[in-house]
């Protein structure tokens, strides 16, 4: 997906306006960075070769010497249209690695500034923030709407799970800079941010998230008919959104919500269609024009119908679905 030239100048008045998220998501100040060149690599948690990411478990020294944990994930940015030439031509060191016939294979050294690596950091870490990045088997399991109530259900209400991060950001508190469109009804509302998966600094990956203000709904199994308004204001002005802001239309979005969510409370993910996110795949992604469609033939057809989700071997809730011998 080329970025057209009306696109790019909407783009990079957005980036002189909100800027880029630092690691810790405080806007890239430099004074309370991340201590990279302290960390102490523990162990590698996994690593894609196809994604080009990898994750680290590392620690930190504290004053008193003990060590923080924390989770490091480098990842290898897109390409830049507007950087090929420079990338090919400028100051840029190039090794044979292999030649035959018509073809041959080079390692291209390119200059810094042109070879930059998207940090995320996770810092301090829990044992929880371990676990979710470390590589693990994964089961596919089958929910019934009485899984749910019976299983699901029970072991979400009995855990900790926090949200805040989500409160700080529908209140202002955090991120607000960042935030490129808002719906302020609390009911039918919400707010749309760029992912911090995506630098914004290109629009083959864009990555959106459509925060509801509307607190009381968990998941995909809690909407009915009556959260119609909120999903029809979710898909069409976060189109419209995208469109004035990114120049992208909705004919080149994937929009869809998780079952099960990364987090319990509504949100809806916007991406370029022609990207391959992470978690975008048949088993855990449904598209909201399909869910809109399914709430207006039948207002329970999320309590009542059966789900389908991925579960790694780690997580408590596979163990819940095993004991009662759904897995």
């Not at 998207?118 to 301090?124: A, L, N």
């Not at 290109?202 to 607190?215: K, M, T």
């Amino acid at each position: 997906m080329a970025e057209s030239p009306s696109a790019k100048k909407k783009r990079e008045g957005i980036e002189e306006t909100h800027g880029t998220p630092g690691a810790q998501g405080n806007g890239g100040s430099d004074g309370d960075s991340f201590p990279l060149a302290e960390l102490r690599v523990r162990k590698v948690l996994r690593e894609s070769a196809r994604d080009k990411t990898i994750f680290l478990h590392g620690q930190v020294n504290g004053v008193s010497g003990d060590g923080t944990d924390a989770v490091v994930i480098l990842e290898k940015t897109p390409f830049q249209e507007e950087n090929i030439s420079d990338l090919l031509k400028r100051h840029t060191k190039l090794q044979l690695q292999m030649t035959n016939d018509i073809y041959s294979t080079y390692l291209l050294y390119p200059p810094p500034q042109l070879n930059e690596i998207k940090t995320t950091v996770v810092y301090p870490a829990t044992e929880k923030h371990l676990q979710k990045y470390l590589r693990q088997e994964v089961y596919l399991i089958r929910e019934t709407g009485e899984d749910y109530k019976n299983i699901s259900l029970p072991f979400i209400q009995s855990q900790s799970f926090s949200i805040q991060w989500v409160y700080n950001i529908l209140e202002k508190k955090a991120e607000a800079d960042r935030i490129i469109y808002e719906n302020p009804n609390p009911s039918d509302g919400f707010v749309l941010i760029p992912d911090f998966k995506w630098n914004q600094k290109q629009l083959d990956d864009l990555y959106l998230i459509a925060i509801s203000h509307h607190r009381e709904i968990k998941s995909l199994r809690d909407l009915t008919s009556e959260h119609l308004p909120l999903l029809r204001n979710i898909l069409e002005e976060g189109k419209g959104a995208i469109l004035k802001h990114f120049a992208v239309a909705g004919s080149q979005l994937r929009i869809y919500l998780h079952y099960q969510p990364s987090y319990y409370h509504l949100h809806v993910h916007f991406t370029a269609l022609s990207y391959d996110a992470p978690g975008c795949s048949v088993e855990r992604a449904h598209l909201l024009s399909d869910v809109i469609d399914n709430l207006e033939l039948d207002s329970q057809y999320y309590q009542k119908r059966a789900l389908t989700f991925p579960l790694r071997a780690d997580e408590a809730l596979l163990k819940k679905f095993q004991e009662a011998g759904k897995a």
